[in-house]
Nanobody, 126 residues
Framework: EVQLQASGGGLVQAGGSLRLSCAAS????????IGWFRQAPGKEREGVSC????????YYADSVKGRFTMSSDNAKNTVYLQMNSLKPEDTAEYYC???????????????????WGEGTQVTVSS
């Protein structure tokens, strides 16, 4: 059974940084995508960053390019999201998820993600 556990959220002032972690277990896929998604109150869930095993690419939403970096430590089965220069509009519940890379095309739609971890709240104060 695939399990994902996100952590690292918190309250930070605008311009600050946070690093989110997502520990994965039961993960044995050869063809997969894994990524970070967020949902703010009253808004739809959106993709922030994702990795596709099909092309080895890591993709970012335009709103976070140059500020967020996704990385992984395969030995620890953990993916990270380093978030710098945070803005109040980055405030949201952040989730990690994994699933099919079929729908990834230079962006990260939540569609196709089959397994979701519990979210971690990120709040950026102005």
């Amino acid at each position: 059974e695939v399990q994902l556990q996100a952590s690292g959220g918190g309250l930070v002032q605008a311009g600050g940084s946070l690093r989110l972690s997502c520990a994965a277990s039961g993960f044995t896929f050869d063809d997969y995508a894994i990524g970070w998604f967020r949902q703010a109150p009253g808004k739809e869930r959106e993709g922030v960053s994702c990795f596709s095993s099909r092309d080895g690419g890591t993709y970012y939403a335009d709103s976070v390019k140059g500020r967020f970096t996704m990385s992984s430590d395969n030995a620890k089965n953990t993916v990270y999201l380093q978030m710098n220069s945070l803005k109040p509009e980055d405030t949201a519940e952040y989730y990690c998820a994994t699933g099919s890379p079929h729908y990834i095309n230079y962006e990260c739609p939540p569609k196709g993600m089959d397994y979701w971890g519990e979210g971690t709240q990120v709040t950026v104060s102005s």
